[in-house]
């Protein structure tokens, strides 16, 4: 799941870097997937140069150049380095912040304390919606990450049982609710009422985030009991804390750059002018790098200093946050890369091709034309966009319901079955410390409950409606 990007608007636009028909498009894709699943799970070769042989072999199967295969794969990669990789090193020093202070055992044993065994899956989904409202995916998963662990580890629960829930909560607003990229492009494409839109996604948002967070979460604590992995739960020292910063301190440092963000987001929806003196500001100071920058700055006087910690242990915290997240962020950046190739060798278009004699309802049709996209490119935002726009003329004689449920289908669509293309899936992968295999057994069949379930109830609704 990557955030929207000029280049990801261009993505359909760009001529492909190869004249392949469609069948050798196909096999290419299947060819540079089973690449990559080998080396990883037969070879046991790092992901980040499974990636990058992957996406090498993809371009060959398809008959690209091979300067042009590594200019796709370098510019996606630093794509989504630029864009994710700022943000992953500013939330992993804010986690340790959070950690060496002891701002984030603040914040679990409160929890702990007001939340027992069964209810704890719920309050990670209610956390986890309310943050991921008005934040990118990857902002909310480095933002949740220590807090996700730390519970798991101090509450000896399966690290699937309390990861799903905050999981779910974020893939949910990510997909189907404004001011996310993709719903707000879909709905300019489409036509769509934004408030209506905004209100029946909560709708659908609320039953699909049950089902796919705590109930489905029972059942992948059994697939794949792990404990929270060590190397990511940064260790403090408790002998030498001094003090510990207050609950309202530390929330209030943690939920800063969720109320920048969602501030912007408010201002850009009801002034929609972009020379407005007003709406500039908050462009800024709710932009993602912005706001979490913002949220370290205070996090140095709210959670450091308020521990008592001086400016060498301050400097040094922040040194140590971020070599633990090197390999996290070269893996990410490396599925960014494959991403990239995929769009450019025309992967993206070749399923629209495919979809132009599709003879089915227009909702199942735009679901699926997602879902085809979604798992070609790995890219949600370039699955909503893509498909919006394909189905888009078919919304000119829809009501503004159903018009909105149209947005929703293709939302929906764009989260199924997450895999090893997707820069989300190495994300996740990498956090919770599981191999492939887990990873597809728990993030990749939760997304696709998300993509059904909603499904589901979009259909639901156009019935009603």
């Known amino acids: 799941m990557t955030s929207l990007s000029v280049e990801t608007l261009a993505a359909g636009a760009v001529e492909p870097i190869t004249s392949a028909g469609n069948a050798q498009l196909g096999i290419a894709v299947l060819a540079g997937i089973a690449v990559i699943v080998l080396l990883i799970t037969k070879f046991k070769l790092h992901a980040f140069l499974a990636l ?56 679990v044993d409160t929890i702990l304390a007001r939340a027992s065994g069964r209810a704890m899956p719920w309050a990670m989904v209610l956390i986890a919606s309310i943050i991921g409202l008005p934040l990118f995916f990857e902002v909310g998963i480095v933002l949740l990450i220590p807090v996700v662990l730390l519970v798991a580890k101090r509450g000896n629960y399966s690290l699937m049982r309390i990861g799903i829930p905050a999981l779910a909560g974020l893939s949910v607003m990510h997909g189907l609710i404004p001011p996310h990229p993709g719903p707000l492009v879909a709905i300019d494409a489409i036509g769509a009422n934004l408030g209506i ?55 209030a440092t943690v939920m800063l750059p969720v109320v920048l963000m969602l501030a912007k987001a408010l201002v850009d929806i009801v002034v929609d002018d972009p020379e407005n003196a007003v709406q500039r500001v908050t462009d800024v100071i709710g932009s993602p790098l912005i706001a979490l920058l913002a949220a370290v700055l205070v996090g140095l006087f709210t959670l450091g200093r308020a521990a008592g910690f001086t400016k060498d242990r301050l400097s040094s915290t922040v040194e140590k946050s971020l070599a633990p997240i090197a390999g996290v962020l070269m893996i990410v950046g490396a599925g960014g890369g494959f991403k990239q190739t995929l769009i450019d060798v025309g992967v993206g278009q070749m399923i629209l091709d495919f979809s132009e004699d599709w003879a089915i309802p227009t909702l199942l049709l735009a679901w699926l034309i997602a879902v085809a996209i979604r798992l070609a490119t790995g890219s949600a935002t370039v699955a909503t966009i893509s498909a919006a726009g394909l189905v888009a003329p078919l919304a000119a004689d829809m009501s503004a319901s159903h018009a909105a449920l149209l947005v929703l289908a293709v939302g929906a669509g764009s989260l199924f079955f997450s895999h090893v293309n997707d820069a989300g899936f190495w994300l996740v992968k990498e956090y919770f410390g599981m191999d492939v295999g887990q990873t597809i057994k728990t993030w990749s069949v939760m997304e696709t409950i998300i993509s059904v379930v909603s499904l589901g109830f979009v259909l639901l609704l156009s019935l009603v409606l």
């Open 52 to 107: 990058t042989i992957g996406s090498l072999a993809l371009g060959a199967f398809a008959g690209a150049p091979l300067d042009k295969t590594i200019a796709s794969f370098s510019t996606g990669l630093g794509n989504t380095v630029a864009g994710v990789g700022v943000l992953i090193a500013l939330g992993a020093v804010l986690g340790k912040l959070l950690a060496d202070s002891g701002g984030a055992d603040q914040i």
């Open 197 to 251: 839109t905004l209100g029946l996604g909560v709708l659908v948002a609320i039953p699909t985030v049950i089902i796919a967070g705590p109930v489905f979460s029972k059942y992948a604590a059994r697939w794949v009991d792990i404990p929270a992995p060590e190397r990511m739960i940064p260790q403090r020292p408790s002998e030498d804390l001094e003090h510990r910063p207050g609950f309202g301190a530390t929330v």
